[in-house]
Nanobody
Framework: VQLQASGGGLVQAGGSLRLSCAASGSIFRLNAMGWYRQPPGKQRELVASIDSGSMLIAGSTNYAESVKGRFTISRDNAKNTVYLQMNSLKPEDTAVYYC???????????????WGKGTLVTVSS
């Protein structure tokens, strides 16, 4: 299984970016999906997560207090992809962003958490 993250870059404060993370390989089921970030000199922290939901109900979401109302996490199971729409970006959002996906490779397999390589988001003031 591989996770390919993209969408990072340099943006001015108040701007927007959309991160994507596509999973490929031996995938039977995508369970919880999430985004973490690691600011310079700080520990990695959870930004947002979304669970698998069901065929009729979208997965429930969870956000760090610092991004509520500005970031939106979503998923497209058909594309094995999780997104993070980031609006009203602030300089303090500057960090390397990592996707994390819990993947089951078979119908009876427990999920395994995989990490994508980080993508750098830099917000200038």
């Amino acid at each position: 299984v591989q996770l390919q993250a993209s969408g990072g870059g340099l943006v001015q404060a108040g701007g927007s970016l959309r991160l994507s993370c596509a999973a490929s390989g031996s995938i039977f089921r995508l369970n919880a999906m999430g985004w973490y970030r690691q600011p310079p000199g700080k520990q990695r922290e959870l930004v947002a997560s979304i669970d698998s939901g069901s065929m009729l109900i979208a997965g429930s979401t969870n956000y760090a207090e610092s991004v509520k109302g500005r970031f939106t996490i979503s998923r497209d199971n058909a594309k094995n992809t999780v997104y993070l729409q980031m609006n009203s970006l602030k300089p303090e959002d500057t960090a390397v962003y990592y996707c994390n996906v819990d993947i089951s490779s078979g119908p009876y397999d427990y999920g395994v958490h995989y990490w994508g390589k980080g993508t750098l988001v830099t917000v200038s003031s």
